[in-house]
């Protein structure tokens, strides 16, 4: 996998981020087990728990094509640091791409990548469900 491939399409989907209220543009691009990239990106609502964030929306957008195995996600902000996913989306990428690599990205394209299992060590699965 190029690493820096799926760096470089988070950091293009950054630049479709809806983002007027915080300013803080983000955009994901997610690999599939097949090598297809999807790319996805931070979209705001001025009512913010209607916010969705680029991690999210680019593993429904891929979920919504039919795509169920993945390799790995890309993050890139418009920070200087490295911003993590928020715990909702380390949730959603636990849940629905267990197992990948999250390489998270700055504004110039420096990265480091994490494990899911580092990024949440405890997770909430189905398995808490079962009676």
Do not use: W
């Amino acid at each position: 996998m190029d690493q820096k491939k799926l760096v470089k399409a988070a950091l293009k989907a950054r630049g479709n981020s809806h983002s007027p209220y915080s300013n803080f543009r983000v955009g994901a691009a997610l690999l599939t087990a097949g090598g297809k990239i999807y790319s996805g990106c931070n979209i705001e609502n001025s009512s913010f728990s209607l916010t969705l964030c680029a991690e999210r929306t680019v593993l429904f957008k891929a979920y919504s094509e039919g795509e169920r195995k993945f390799r790995a996600i890309a993050l890139a902000s418009d920070s200087a640091k490295l911003i993590p996913p928020c715990g909702a989306c380390r949730q959603v990428i636990m849940e629905l791409a267990p197992g990948i690599d999250v390489i998270i990205a700055d504004r110039k394209g420096n990265y480091e990548v994490y494990s899911t299992d580092e990024l949440l060590p405890h997770p909430f699965t189905q398995n808490f469900l079962k009676r």
